[in-house]
């Protein structure tokens, strides 16, 4: 088992930022790729961006290519989404997600998921 929990939601003007957190417990963490998507209201869970298991490689949606950038520690068993140029249209409840299926771009290429963030974006 894989705990996660996400931190940072929060409200936010257009063009602001945000860093979002995912913290993890349970099992070695640096054995997984981590992921994070977001769902809006009436919407499916959209894939956001991945990276894999050592942090080499990163995967990104076309829509937040350029303003967010996901990070990970291993060391700490902590994954990072920096949100950067926020739009409206970024909000969404964001998910951190632990699977060991890549290239990690689909909700189930994930196993282990936390219980979400609000990100509210104003204009």
């Known amino acids: 088992q894989v705990q996660l929990v996400e931190s940072g939601g929060g409200l936010v003007q257009a063009g602001g930022s945000l860093r979002l957190s995912c913290a993890a417990s349970?099992?070695?963490?640096?054995?997984?790729?981590m992921g994070w998507f977001r769902q809006a209201p009436g919407k499916e869970r959209e894939f956001v961006a991945a990276i894999t298991s050592s942090g080499a490689r990163t995967n990104y949606a076309d829509s937040v290519k350029g303003r967010f950038t996901i990070s990970r520690d291993n060391a700490k068993n902590t994954m990072l989404l920096q949100m950067n140029s926020l739009k409206p249209e970024d909000t969404a409840v964001y998910y951190c997600?632990?699977?060991?299926?890549?290239?990690?771009?689909?909700?189930?290429?994930?196993?282990?998921w936390g219980q979400g963030t609000q990100v509210t974006v104003s204009s």
């Open positions: 349970g099992r070695t963490f640096s054995n997984y790729v």
């Open positions: 997600a632990a699977g060991q299926v890549l290239p990690g771009t689909r909700p189930y290429h994930y196993t282990y």
